[in-house]
């Protein structure tokens, strides 16, 4: 069956830190994978995006890496701040007929603490 | 500034009845979506629009309908509301991919509660 898994339990960091959060998946060939920031009672926000033929991008103080064969894309926040604490969705790019759609992982609480 | 409204942040209706949820953005995307989003199962497509009178169900379509009239606006009707319907509603927009993949726009959500 198809999966895409992020983890559930949340990950607490101190400040100045690294944060890096793990999104794989199984039965999904995504031409790409986007991350999103959710904070509490609001939509998601679009951060990066990277396409099946890169490995790693970049954005200020976020990284993200796609490695299709290991089926896993992680997703890094260099020198964390308590502003980073959110929930961080990753979501597979498919292609269909009419059109683009996201398939979303459940989301991963980061908790950075001073 | 892309901005994606909707038309309720919190609504209260009785099972039964039929409910309409709005959206509506002002960036001129051809692709419109709707989501909901319940604790341990993240967000799930109900479905999608990618351009007028065009829609395309996603993985949950049960219980939903949808209606595209004019491009900026993407409505979900639930025909006789239940309480499994209770959640938050997102509505999203985007341009069309090809061979260039872009980033969808959320609304604020819409939380439902079925009573």
């Known amino acids: 069956s198809q999966k895409i898994e992020q983890n559930s339990e949340a990950l607490n960091i101190q400040e100045g830190k690294t944060a890096t959060l793990t999104c794989n998946y199984t039965?999904?060939?995504?031409?790409?994978l986007q991350w999103y920031r959710q904070d509490p009672g609001r939509g998601p926000v679009f951060l990066l995006l990277?396409?099946?033929?890169?490995k790693e991008k970049r954005k200020e103080r976020l990284k993200v890496t796609f490695d299709t064969t290991l089926k896993q894309s992680l997703f890094h926040i260099t020198a964390s701040q308590p502003a980073d604490s959110a929930t961080y969705l990753c979501a597979l790019g498919l292609r269909t007929g009419g059109g683009n759609k996201l398939t979303f992982g459940t989301g991963t609480q980061l908790k950075v603490e001073l | 500034d892309v901005k994606v409204t909707q038309s309720s942040r919190y609504l209260v209706k009785r099972t039964g009845e039929k409910v309409f949820l709005e959206c509506v953005q002002d960036?001129?995307?051809?692709?419109m979506f709707w989501y909901r989003q319940d604790p341990g199962l993240g967000l799930r497509l109900i479905y999608f629009?990618?351009?007028?009178?065009?829609?395309e169900k996603g993985d949950i379509p049960e219980g939903y309908s949808v209606s595209r009239e004019k491009k900026e606006r993407f409505s979900l009707i639930l025909e006789s509301a239940s309480t499994n319907q209770t959640s938050m509603y997102l509505c999203?927009?985007?341009?069309?991919?090809?061979?260039?993949?872009?980033?969808?726009?959320f609304g604020p959500g819409t939380r439902l509660t079925v009573t």
């Open positions: 629009s990618y351009d007028v009178k065009m829609k």
């Open positions: 960036m001129d995307h051809e692709n």
């Open positions: 039965n999904y060939s995504p031409a790409y």
């Open positions: 990277i396409r099946e033929n890169e």
């Open positions: 999203a927009s985007s341009f069309p991919s090809g061979r260039v993949a872009y980033e969808q726009y």
